[in-house]
Each structure stands twice: as structure tokens, then as C-alpha cells.
């Protein structure tokens, strides 16, 4: 189908725009344990390290390299175009992914994110997709929310009424939300889900972000809502 095509297409290129925004702030994470094992080699290398030490210092550049390799295949998978596949999916689990894919931009602006989501709340639904949703949603709380902010992830499950545009009797639904504690914008918030609609400097987002997280909540079955401190 034509339609979902270009669908999947837009999902992936604002996906890839939003690597790019993380790939700057994981290029100054690498540094560290790159530098630790640079470090560490030369010392075994030049004999500096013998023994113990040498056998501290592999112990040492092992566990880096396998933070590296973590980091790499994080944004890797997260930039990946993939088949939409529904399985159980474990809330906390996404939560965390996300939280580590934006941590690096976000200790670069002095902002502090948490997770509190129990560990059995599940929904049916995409791992791929969902992660999307919720990274760029914490991305933009963590640009907005200024030096020293907090952004929260938290989880619960409610009974809830949807939407009229969905319908349905009000039942139990699984709630995923983020907030900040920064001054919001009151005035955006009406058109913060319209496509192309940003209030990031030319280069810095493409406006699409919270367009796509809207249309593949949407097709989770799901809506989101946005006021004045939180995203739900």
C-alpha cells in the first residue's frame, strides 16, 4: 500500500533526524571510555602495567569497550528501518532505552531525567515504534526544560474514556507520561501536534517529531494529550 509506504518512510526519516541530534551528544560520551582504553593499552603496551595492574588495566578496557559497543548499537537499532511488529512490550524497558539514547544531550544541558515505571506494566504493541515515541517526546522536554531541569518518565494504568475521534466506552489503558519542570508555553500547545510546526532554531528539528509520535500512537490505538506540565 502506497499510503503506508510513504507513512513508514516519513516515520523513519524524522527517526534518522533525531539521530542526528543524539549523535552529537554520544560523540562526547564515547570520549571517556575511549580515552580510558587508549590509556590503559599504551600502559600494558609500554610495560607499564605489569601483573595485577595489567590484569586491572584489560579488566578496565574490557568494560569500556563493551560501554562503547552498547552506546553504538543503541542509536544503531534505534536508526534501523524496521517491519512494525507487535509483541508484549515491557514499558520500563522502552522507558530506559530512551532515557539512555537522550541521557548524553541531556547531562550536556545539566538536566536530570528519571524513570518510574513498574516493571509489569505491558502493552501490545511495537518496541521500535513506542521507543521512538517516547525518545522524541524526552528530547523535547530536555531542550525546553532548561540547565538544571528535571524530565520524568512515569507509567501507571487508569480507566480512561477515549477520545471522541476514537470512541469507545471508558476501560483500563496503559498511561505513559513525561514532564518537566520547566516554564512550559501555554500559547503552542494547541499546534505542538501539526506537522511542521516547531519553535526550535532553523537546523535544530524538522517539525515533524511530535507529528509522527501522534500518528503511531494513533495506530496503537492509543491518543496523546499535552498541557501545561506533561505529556500523556
Not at 108 to 119: L, N
Amino acid at each position: 500500500d502506497a499510503k503506508l509506504r510513504a507513512l513508514e518512510q516519513l516515520r523513519h526519516g524524522e527517526r534518522l533526524s533525531t539521530v542526528g541530534l543524539l549523535a552529537s551528544g554520544l560523540a562526547h560520551e564515547l570520549g571517556t571510555p575511549l580515552n580510558v582504553i587508549s590509556l590503559r593499552a599504551k600502559a600494558i603496551a609500554r610495560g607499564r602495567s605489569t601483573g595485577s595492574q595489567a590484569q586491572e588495566a584489560a579488566t578496565s578496557i574490557e568494560q569500556q569497550a563493551s560501554r562503547v559497543t552498547q552506546l553504538v548499537r543503541q542509536l544503531l537499532d534505534f536508526a534501523r528501518r524496521k517491519t512494525p511488529d507487535r509483541a508484549v512490550v515491557t514499558i520500563a524497558s522502552v522507558a530506559e532505552r530512551a532515557s539512555d539514547l537522550v541521557g548524553t544531550v541531556a547531562t550536556g544541558r545539566q538536566v536530570r531525567i528519571e524513570v518510574d515505571v513498574p516493571p509489569s506494566l505491558t502493552v501490545l504493541g511495537d518496541a521500535v515504534q513506542l521507543e521512538q515515541v517516547l525518545t522524541n517526546i524526552v528530547l523535547n522536554a530536555v531542550q525546553v526544560v532548561g540547565a538544571g531541569g528535571r524530565v520524568r518518565i512515569g507509567g501507571d494504568s487508569v480507566e480512561a474514556t477515549p477520545p471522541v475521534y476514537l470512541g469507545g466506552n471508558a476501560r483500563a489503558h496503559v498511561r505513559v507520561t513525561v514532564m518537566d519542570d520547566g516554564p512550559g508555553r501555554t500559547g503552542v500547545l494547541p499546534h505542538v501536534f501539526e506537522p511542521f510546526f516547531t519553535t526550535k532554531d532553523v537546523g535544530e528539528g524538522t517539525g515533524l517529531g511530535l507529528a509522527v509520535c501522534y500518528g503511531i500512537v494513533r495506530d496503537h490505538g492509543g491518543w496523546i494529550d499535552v498541557n501545561q506540565g506533561q505529556v500523556g
